[in-house]
């Protein structure tokens, strides 16, 4: 399968981790698109590539994978799930894209439940490396 890993990358912890998951997901025999090794991050990129803003570009590019992916793994670590993994999963819900969860993270927005809008977009909430490990290999 293909999954595109959707989760913040703006820290140095927050893409150490997408790292880890990645790792995780492509032992399981699967291939992967992770947005800050395959696009880029917009800080790091210069402002015009092919002819259009790097904002553009990077838009452009990851709806592309969005569009290829076979499974959206949406990871909801954080004191809120980030914007555009948010959207990400969103979009891949509205094409009938397969979409999973991953959350380590025991904060949550309602009495233990993250926003509805989230939780009901992913077929299953995966809460550690191994329960990663087992559902991936299924497949």
Request: proline share 3%.
């Amino acid at each position: 399968m293909n999954i595109y890993i959707a989760a913040p990358l703006f820290s140095e912890a927050e893409r150490q981790f997408n790292e880890h998951i990645d790792a995780i997901v492509q032992s399981c025999g699967h291939q992967t698109y992770l947005p800050q090794r395959d696009g880029g991050c917009v800080a790091d990129l210069p402002d015009i590539i092919e002819d259009i803003s790097k904002r553009e570009y990077l838009f452009q590019l990851d709806c592309k994978h969005l569009d290829q992916c076979d499974v959206l793994l949406f990871l909801f670590d954080g004191r809120v799930p980030d914007e555009g993994a948010s959207f990400e999963l969103g979009y891949c819900f509205a094409k009938g894209k397969r979409c999973i969860g991953y959350k380590t993270d025991a904060r949550s927005f309602i009495d233990g439940y993250d926003n509805l809008m989230l939780d009901c977009a992913v077929e299953i909430i995966l809460q550690n490396d191994q329960e990663l490990k087992d559902f991936l290999s299924q497949y």
